[in-house]
């Protein structure tokens, strides 16, 4: 994150309010000095009274209209925020998650609300209306038929106030899908649990396209959940989903998204082509960056830091741009906010605004689970990455605890998070170069 900054502070000898400071004024007279004795003109006694009463009240007057304008911003700003949440789209893949999570499952309440944000390649906006052939090629998900969510970030708010953590997960991470009843990528999960169910309903001649479409994917979102819950151990108390084309709009919105890369690097599978040094995406060029993992050192592990550091420089842009400001913008995120957002009803805007305040301040740390080995293969010959599912909850289960030892796993770069000193994270730059 940016460097913390103290305002200068003030001499100790100022007076702390501007009655105090006139107070301390001594009128000048131009008559001649009078005995002591001498009856003073009473007029010229009340002068300075008189200009101290009257800064008092036009200063209260200024401050009544400031806080009136101030009331009316926020209720312009609530209003909104209640107007983004009223364009979501929900769903209760939450609810049935937790109904058919069976035995071992995680606690209900285990000191932490937990978020999971999934991003995914769909080709179709949240109402299940395809996206033109131009969007696509934009997206460069067009040659793609298959439905992944290669984006899972489960963001841990303890509830006693403490540091947050986003934890990441690798796309091709081999977990369980419980109703599956096999391993599986997890960034699979959803998109073949859907594809199961929508041809279970077409066999059972459905032929209501849209709620084909409505119950695939809430299938497919509480396998995700279920898997998840898993691979962390935890129970996952709410749920946010974003599509490429969310990603895409988003940057739109704000005008770009600040990134900066050690080295130059190129793509061709996710049309990354980008220079070395500082430099904002939008549009198909930020999709890209998010989504590029060959011709990185780490592959997927480079690329979770890539969505890491986009985020929370997306978020910082958001909320210092003066966003909830601007009427045209809030309008265009609303839009873009019904097209490409699903979140669960019990989950309110106004709480993942406060979560987005966290991420771009810092008080949110990103971590990637600890894993075994990168580029095995599972017996139908996938590249996959192991992990050991002890491990991985001992990590999560640790992260609620600041004091105790930090397990194996993979901390951010210290260019934001708090995963460093404050003198080193003053020296770092606003947005940290990644790979």
């Known amino acids: 994150m940016a460097g913390e900054y103290e305002a200068p502070e003030g001499d100790a000898d100022e007076p702390t309010t501007y009655a105090a400071a006139v107070g301390r004024v001594t009128v000048p007279s131009d008559e001649p000095d009078e005995p002591e004795d001498e009856t003073v003109d009473e007029p010229a006694a009340r002068v300075p009274g008189r200009r101290t009463s009257g800064l008092l009240i036009t200063g209260r007057v200024v401050m009544g209209l400031m806080s009136a304008v101030t009331l009316v911003a926020m209720s312009f700003v609530w209003l909104r925020v209640d107007s983004l949440d009223d364009s979501k789209n929900t769903t209760d893949a939450i609810s049935a998650a937790q109904q058919g999570a069976g035995p071992g499952a995680a606690e209900e309440d285990d000191g932490a609300n937990d978020i999971l944000i999934v991003g995914n390649d769909s080709r179709t906006d949240m109402q299940g209306r395809p996206l033109s052939a131009e969007l696509l090629r934009e997206l460069r998900t067009e040659a793609t038929e298959t439905l992944n969510t290669d984006t899972l970030i489960l963001l841990r708010i303890p509830r006693d106030g403490s540091r947050g953590s986003a934890i990441s997960i690798p796309r091709d991470t081999s977990v369980l899908v419980p109703n599956l009843g096999r391993e599986e990528k997890i960034n699979g999960a959803f998109g073949i649990t859907k594809a199961e169910v929508m041809e279970k309903l077409v066999g059972a001649g459905e032929k209501d396209r849209a709620k084909i479409n409505r119950e695939s994917d809430d299938a497919g979102r509480a396998a995700l959940i279920q898997a998840v819950q898993v691979l962390t151990g935890v129970r996952v108390d709410h749920y946010t989903e974003v599509s490429l084309y969310g990603f895409y709009l988003l940057t739109e919105v704000i005008d770009g998204v600040d990134v900066c ?125 192991v992990v050991d599912l002890p491990k991985v909850h001992a990590f999560v289960a640790d992260l609620l605890t600041p004091q105790a030892p930090r397990p194996a796993g993979r901390v951010a770069p210290s260019g934001f998070g708090l995963t460093a000193p404050a003198a080193a994270k003053a020296a770092q730059p606003a947005v940290p170069c990644v790979d």
């Not at 265009?332 to 957002?341: P, Q």
């Open 261 to 385: 890369l050690n080295h130059a690097t190129s793509d061709p599978d996710s049309g990354a082509s980008f220079a070395k040094g500082p430099q904002t995406v939008r549009g198909g060029d930020a999709v890209a960056f998010v989504r590029q993992r060959k011709n990185l050192p780490r592959g997927d592990l480079d690329r979770i830091v890539r969505q890491q550091t986009f985020l929370s420089s997306a978020m910082r842009k958001v909320l210092s741009g003066g966003l909830l400001a601007d009427n045209a913008k809030l309008n265009a995120l609303e839009d873009a906010v019904s097209k490409t957002v699903v979140m669960d009803d019990g989950l309110h805007f106004l709480e993942l605004v406060g979560q987005a305040q966290a991420l771009a301040s810092g008080n949110v740390q990103f971590v990637t689970i600890p894993v075994e080995a990168v580029g095995a293969r599972n017996d139908r010959g996938q590249s996959i990455i």
